[in-house]
């Protein structure tokens, strides 16, 4: 389970040394507001079974054509591109909010079979089954040693 360890681009550029706490996800919503609003990341559990693991991404209000999951150099991406409009006209007044936005989360695939990833997105969840490399079964050959002068095996 621990090699499944978030990708994060902004840790490998140069930081100046108040920058790690700003970026904090905690300190983040608090000082922009955005905790129950869709932001740029989207929470995730990621769960160890026998032969995956199985990352469960929280993605609500959003269609399957908008989820996109791409592999490149070992790294999982995850993003999503969405748009909401309400409109409401109520005794002569009009309420209308618009929202959009890009939400996207990495993820190193350390000891994944990469051809084999699965996703599906139901009720808001898209879930994400990462299986496991399968272990190389290592065979002992006895290997021949054969004195000069006698036939070789590949005579």
Do not use: C, W
Not at 21 to 50: A, Y
Not at 76 to 99: F, M, P, W
Request: glycine content about 4%.
């Amino acid at each position: 389970m621990f090699t499944m360890i978030p990708y994060r681009r902004a840790l490998t550029k140069p930081a100046r040394s108040f920058e790690p706490f700003l970026n904090d996800p905690f300190f983040r919503s608090f000082f922009t507001g955005s905790e129950n609003l869709m932001t740029s990341t989207f929470k995730v559990d990621i769960k160890e079974v026998e032969n995956a693991f199985v990352i469960e991404a929280e993605m609500p209000g959003l269609e399957e054509n908008q989820i996109n999951l791409e592999v490149d150099e070992g790294i999982l991406t995850i993003n999503a591109d969405y748009q909401s409009q309400t409109s409401k006209e109520e005794d002569g007044r009009v309420y209308s909010e618009r929202r959009s936005g890009h939400m996207q989360r990495s993820f190193n695939l350390d000891k994944v079979d990469q051809e084999n990833i699965t996703a599906n997105y139901k009720n808001g969840i898209l879930y994400v089954n990462l299986p496991k490399m399968q272990a190389v079964e290592k065979t002992v050959r006895k290997i021949p040693v054969l004195m000069e002068g006698s036939k070789s095996a590949a005579e």
